[in-house]
């Protein structure tokens, strides 16, 4: 086993919305991690976080992968539900649709992400993806299902 083989314990087992701690600890550890994301702010009316871009998020030609532009709004907006879901709920992201607006090359990635709609059942969040010149790079649309066990 090496150094960053860390064993993956589960921030929350148990049903319910989560902590400002506990999404703040969502980025230290498994897929999160790998992509670097940073939180910058966490509230249930939006979450921002950024990438610092490594070689391992460019693509073959050189830039971003949009692979790690959605993924990041994947993980912003899944941050986003887990804070507005009932006591007796979990959330998965139903659905995902991105816009690719123009490559980008970092050195980092700015993201947005705001509920448009909060249900009993479903969320909608909306990511806006930003390089570092403030220019929008992607724009994410996504459904978050809350269900329960």
């Known amino acids: 086993m090496q150094a960053d083989d860390a064993v993956f314990v ?3 087992a148990g049903a319910g919305p989560w902590t400002l701690e506990e999404v703040h600890r ?8 790998l992509l670097g994301i ?14 610092r871009i490594a070689p391992h998020h460019l693509n073959s030609v050189g830039f971003v992968h949009g692979g790690v532009l959605l993924s990041l709004a994947d993980s ?13 709920q979990r959330t998965a992201t139903l659905e995902s ?9 970092g050195p980092t990635v700015v993201a947005r992400c705001v509920p448009l709609h ?9 990511t806006t993806v930003e390089n570092e010149r403030g220019q929008p790079v992607a724009t994410v649309l996504q459904t ?3 269900f329960a066990d």
Do not use: C, Y
């Open 144 to 146: 978050q299902l809350h």
């Open 38 to 51: 940073e939180l910058r702010e966490v509230r249930p009316d939006g979450v921002t976080a950024a990438i």
């Open 26 to 33: 969502a980025p230290s550890q498994g897929f999160q991690r």
């Open 76 to 88: 912003l907006g899944a941050m986003g539900a887990v804070q507005v879901i009932g006591a007796d």
């Open 97 to 105: 649709k991105a816009n690719f607006l123009r490559p980008t090359q």
């Open 118 to 126: 909060v249900g009993r059942r479903t969320s909608v969040w909306s």
């Open 10 to 12: 589960p921030i929350r």
